[in-house]
């Protein structure tokens, strides 16, 4: 790990949930903490990338609150117990911003749209928008990231896992590899 010289401009790797920090369950929800298992090395990675990202803001689509599958406050307990298990590891979390509507209300903050990266962004002014970072494992997050670029001026697409059938610019098996090789933050650290 180098230190970068000069002042850092502050910019924020945002990071998809399920599939990527904890275990996708496929045609289900993850409903409560006992459903919640993280993948492997992925709390240790973001206790890495906590280094180098001056932000580091989950952003998850959890429409098992809109089907009244879960409610609101299991969602928050969830990723209480989340962010203090990435804080034990030393890591952190500044932010989970979730979309919690049904697909077809065709609300602006369903990834893929960019609605609530945009939102957290124009509360968070000391962040250079146009050096966002976007990791996930869904070509719904890849192409959030392309949204996102088009409305604040830059954004890389980074995937993660086997399931992405769109362009991105960078490939990673997993968030440990991510965290350990950082061509993707070229010009950010
Ligand atoms: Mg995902
Ligand atoms: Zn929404």
Redesign the pocket.
């Given at each position: 790990m180098t230190c970068s010289e000069g002042p850092q401009v502050p910019w924020c790797l945002f990071l998809d949930r399920d599939g990527v920090i904890n275990r996708r369950i496929v045609g289900d929800y993850v409903r409560s903490w006992e459903d919640f298992e993280f993948v492997e090395g992925a709390v240790e990675a973001i206790a890495k990338l906590s280094v180098i990202a001056p932000k580091i803001v989950v952003i998850t689509?959890q429409q098992g609150v809109g089907k009244e599958l879960m409610t609101a406050e299991d969602l928050d307990i969830i990723h209480g117990l989340m962010t203090s298990a990435i804080a034990e590891a030393g890591g952190r979390v500044d932010a989970i911003l979730s979309?919690?509507?049904l697909a077809a209300?065709k609300?602006?903050?369903?990834k893929p749209?960019p609605?609530?990266a945009i939102q957290w962004l124009s509360q968070n002014l000391e962040v250079d928008p146009s050096m966002s970072v976007m990791a996930g494992d869904s070509d719904s997050d890849i192409v959030m990231a392309r949204n996102l670029a088009s409305a604040v001026g830059g954004c890389e697409a980074v995937a993660i896992g086997k399931d992405i059938g769109v362009d991105a610019d960078f490939s990673y098996d997993s968030l440990e590899m991510m965290a350990s090789d950082l061509a993707w933050a070229s010009g950010r650290v």
């Open positions: 689509n979309c919690t509507h209300s609300c602006d903050c369903r749209s609605g609530l």
